[in-house]
């Protein structure tokens, strides 16, 4: 990141709201789950999976999970009533991982539950290293009684070949991201060529094993490696699928529909969209023009 952007970074905290707002409205589909809704009709028109996200990570009390489940509930509803294409995303210390780990799993059960109702994925996202552990004891359990769910490994882990072996083994359904905490050196690859080799071995161990891949990346390099390794393998489109974030890489996301790929976008939507929006402008490269011009915009 050059020295603007870290300062940019740096002094987001001092940025009205609204600027961040409007600036970040491209990464969030809106408050309300009929926003959410409409924009995954007009990106299923397009061609494109989706994946609802309900915002809301650590939370400090047990009764703040409560609002989660029902939102959840409501969109597996509306995602079947609605007939559209769409799958959730479920971070489990938004129902309180990291307070009481039997009160999530009792939480996550509610949700897993109207999943089932309506035959729906329900994906388990993947948090910083303390729960990694929790978080795959979970998907596992889940899985006993609802096949419909999957799990997320990170490449900078060091561990998740191991993990990789583990999931692959009962042919559990992954999505592989490069992992978007900071991680000490002990457990996690910090040079970049390092993570995108692990990215790509990761994928061709669970490919290679029958698992179905979630491809989560707008890494062109590694879009490009992972489709030599689906060219090597011979295998079908219907064995993986490309995942994207709202509002990142556009056009690469066309150009893989376009060439007859699966395409899925993770669609965040809610009240909490300000912390959302910050971490995706943080990792954003252009994030200081995009501030500067916010602020020139006006409030
Ligand atoms: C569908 C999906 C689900 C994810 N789920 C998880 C999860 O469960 N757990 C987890 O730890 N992480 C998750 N991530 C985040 C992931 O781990 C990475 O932090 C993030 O995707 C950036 O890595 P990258 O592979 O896109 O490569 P990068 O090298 O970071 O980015 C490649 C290029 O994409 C563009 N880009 C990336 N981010 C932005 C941005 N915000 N704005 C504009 N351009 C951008 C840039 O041009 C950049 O050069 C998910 C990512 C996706 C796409």
Redo the contacts with the bound molecule.
């Keep these: 990141m050059n020295p603007l952007n870290r300062l940019v970074v740096r002094t987001l905290p001092l940025v009205p709201k609204a600027v961040v707002r409007r600036i970040a409205s491209r ?1 969030v589909a809106g408050e309300t789950l009929d926003e959410a809704l409409a924009l995954v009709r007009s990106l299923n028109a397009e061609g494109c999976m989706a994946t609802l996200d309900v915002l809301g990570e650590d939370v400090t009390r047990e009764d703040e999970t409560e609002a989660t489940v029902v939102a959840y509930e409501q969109a597996l509803a509306e995602i079947a009533a609605r007939g559209l294409d769409s799958n959730i995303s479920v971070k489990l210390s938004a129902l309180g991982l990291k307070l009481d780990p039997a009160h999530c799993r009792r939480q996550f059960g509610r949700i897993v539950a109207a999943a089932e109702r309506h035959g729906i994925f329900v994906r388990i ?3 910083d290293s303390p729960v990694t552990d929790e978080t795959i004891r979970i998907f596992f359990e889940t899985r006993e009684r609802y096949a419909k769910v999957g799990i ?1 490994l ?1 490449a900078y882990l060091r561990r998740s070949a191991e993990d990789a072996r583990r999931i692959a083994a009962v042919g559990g359904n992954v ?1 592989v ?5 900071v991680e000490p050196p002990s457990i996690a690859f910090q040079d970049r060529e390092e993570i995108r080799s692990s990215y790509v071995a990761l994928v061709e161990l669970l490919l290679s094993a029958g698992s179905y891949v979630g491809i ?4 062109p390099l ?1 879009v490009e490696r992972t489709l030599a390794v689906i060219g090597r393998l011979r295998l079908p489109k219907q064995a993986y699928e490309f ?3 709202l ?3 556009g056009t690469m996301r066309r150009r893989l529909v376009a060439d007859g790929q699966r395409l ?1 976008v ?1 669609v965040p939507y809610g009240d909490a969209w300000y912390a959302y929006s910050v971490r ?2 943080k ?3 252009s994030i200081a023009g995009h501030v500067v011009k916010g602020l020139f915009l006006g409030n």
Excluded at 177 to 181: R, T
């Design positions: 990464y996202d993947m948090e997320v990170q999505r991201c490069k992992g978007i905490y989560a990346t707008h890494d590694l995942q994207m974030l509002g990142v890489a899925r993770y995706r402008l990792e954003n490269p």
